[in-house]
C-alpha cells in the first residue's frame, strides 16, 4: 500500500509510545523518522556538559545562546533504517536518554531561543518530505500544515511504568516513584510553557493506548490512512 509523500505529526504527553509508533510507521511504509525530542535533549546534554546548568538547575542562558549562536553542530544521521543523533562525530543517543537529562530538558526546550534554534534544524532534516515526526508542537507549529496529525495520549501510571521499564532495558537503576515525578513535571511544564505549549492540534487524531499493542496501534494507524486517503487496498502488515 502506497502512502503519498506527506508529513506525519505525532505530539503528545511524555511516555506515551511516541517514539516507538512513529518508528513502526515509518518501517512499515517507508517514511524518515525524525525525533524532536532528541534535539531538545541534545541541547540539553551540552548545557550540561558545559556546566550552563548548576545544582539547582539554574540555566546560564546568554551562554547557552552564545553556543547555539556559534553554530552547534547537532544533526541527525541515518544508520541501517534508524535515525541517530550526533554532536560533531559523537553519537549521543545513549547519553541523551539518561533520568539526568530527562530531569533538565524541560526547562531547557522552554527557552524561545532554543526552540527556535531546534525549529531550523527540523525543517533542514525534513527537506524533501515523507516525514514522520514526533515532539509536543509537531503538529501546531512546526508543521502546522501536515496532512496528518495524531496526538497521542496514555494513562499515566502506565507511561511511568514504560519509561521505568525501558531504563532498566538500558541498564539504569531508576526508583519508579522518581520515574513518576519525571513524567508529571515534564508534562506540566512542556503544557504551561509561554512558546509552543503542549495542545491538541484541532484537527489531530487522538489515540489514547493505555491498553493498545504495537499491533493495535499499527491497524488502527492504517485504517485511518486508508480513510484520509481513499486507499481501498488491504495491505499485509509486517508486524
Ligand atoms: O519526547 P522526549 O521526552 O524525548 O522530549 C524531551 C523534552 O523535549 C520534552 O520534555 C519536551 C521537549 N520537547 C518539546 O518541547 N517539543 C518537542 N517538539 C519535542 C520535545
Known amino acids: ?105 524541560s526547562p531547557v526546550s522552554a527557552i524561545p531561543f532554543v526552540r527556535s534554534f531546534v525549529d531550523d534544524k527540523l525543517h533542514e532534516f525534513s527537506r524533501g518530505g515523507r516525514v514522520i515526526m514526533d515532539g509536543r508542537d509537531i503538529g501546531t507549529t512546526v508543521f502546522p500544515n501536515a496532512e496528518v496529525k495524531i496526538f497521542m495520549t496514555a494513562d499515566e501510571l502506565v507511561r511511568a511504568q514504560r519509561r521505568f521499564d525501558e531504563l532498566v532495558s538500558k541498564g539504569q537503576v531508576p526508583v519508579f516513584d522518581e520515574v513518576l515525578a519525571n513524567l508529571k513535571e515534564r508534562d506540566y511544564i512542556d503544557s504551561h510553557r509561554e512558546a509552543s505549549p503542549l495542545t491538541q492540534a484541532p484537527d489531530a487524531y487522538v489515540m489514547d493506548n493505555t491498553h493498545m499493542t504495537m499491533h493495535e496501534e499499527l491497524v488502527w494507524m492504517l485504517g485511518l490512512l486508508q480513510g484520509r486517503f481513499g486507499i481501498l487496498e488491504a495491505p499485509a502488515l509486517s508486524c
Open 1 to 105: 500500500m502506497r502512502i503519498p509523500d506527506i508529513i506525519i505529526a505525532v505530539d503528545g504527553y511524555s511516555s506515551t509510545g511516541k517514539s516507538s509508533f512513529a518508528k513502526m510507521v515509518a518501517a512499515e511504509f517507508g517514511f524518515l523518522y525524525l525525533d524532536s525530542g532528541a534535539m531538545y535533549r541534545g541541547v540539553t546534554l551540552v548545557a550540561m556538559e558545559k556546566g550552563m546548568i548548576d545544582a539547582g538547575g539554574k540555566i546560564d542562558e546568554p551562554a547557552l545562546k552564545a553556543t547555539l549562536d556559534k553554530g552547534l553542530d547537532l544533526h541527525f544521521r541515518r544508520d541501517e533504517g534508524l535515525t541517530r543523533l550526533f554532536l560533531g562525530e559523537r553519537c549521543i543517543e545513549e547519553e541523551i536518554r539518561t533520568l539526568a537529562v530527562s530531569s533538565h530538558v
